[in-house]
């Protein structure tokens, strides 16, 4: 049903059009939904429904779209994941945060999935096309990814491996290293999926 994906990445270019990444060259934001729905696709995720609706996770949130758009548009599962990943944007933006990582064990196997390969973009885009953030925005930033991650109730080993192999990235040029490049054996273990010592609750204070 390569129809329905292709009416999304349409729809989600449409909705998008104005819009900009908050990367170092203010890329078109619909790379990112066509990232997303790319990363799922390379991690063998064939399901047209969750295809589409990682093209459309943003536009309830961040255009005019409205939940009956999509219903009608895509039906009701479409509409229904993206539900699930929408953030409720009257709440304040600490709150937010807190709730995805509340909401992310309920999550739907479809939801969960748009959601850990949302992360993965986000993240590689901080580390392949940063903001301009100061270096401990970016480090509580990784840190909370990888918490709401943690708890996604499904965890399919090609989304885990990329997920991982980004969070071992960031911590290896700390600011004291990055002066001197990598460090050759990084203590981060690549087979540690659990983060025993980074993650809930041990995000990097803040400065
Ligand atoms: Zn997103």
């Given at each position: 049903?390569?129809?329905l994906i292709l009416k999304a990445a349409a ?158 990235r960031a911590s290896v040029p700390t600011a ?15 087979s540690n999926f659990g983060y025993p010592e ?10």
């Open positions: 049903m390569s129809r729809y989600a270019a449409h909705q998008h059009r104005d819009q900009r990444r908050k990367d170092a060259e203010a890329s078109p934001y619909i790379n990112h939904p066509l990232t997303v729905a790319n990363i799922l696709s390379e991690a063998g995720v064939e399901n047209p429904i969750v295809l589409a609706a990682a093209i459309l996770h943003d536009t309830i949130e961040d255009t005019t779209t409205t939940a009956d758009d999509l219903r009608r548009l895509f039906g009701e599962e479409v509409a229904g994941i993206v539900l699930e990943v929408t953030d409720d944007k009257s709440l304040p933006k600490a709150r937010r945060k807190v709730l995805q990582i509340e909401h992310a064990p309920h999550l739907s196997e479809g939801a969960a999935l748009v959601k850990f390969a949302d992360k993965i973009a986000n993240l590689t885009d901080i580390l392949e096309a940063p903001p301009a953030w100061p270096a401990e925005r970016k480090a509580a930033y990784f840190a909370w990814a990888a918490s709401v991650v943690d708890f996604l109730p499904v965890q399919p080993l090609a989304l885990r491996a990329r997920f991982d192999a980004l969070v071992a004291a290293s990055s002066a001197t490049g990598p460090r050759p054996n990084s203590s981060v273990c690549p980074s993650g809930v609750g041990s995000a990097p204070g803040p400065s």
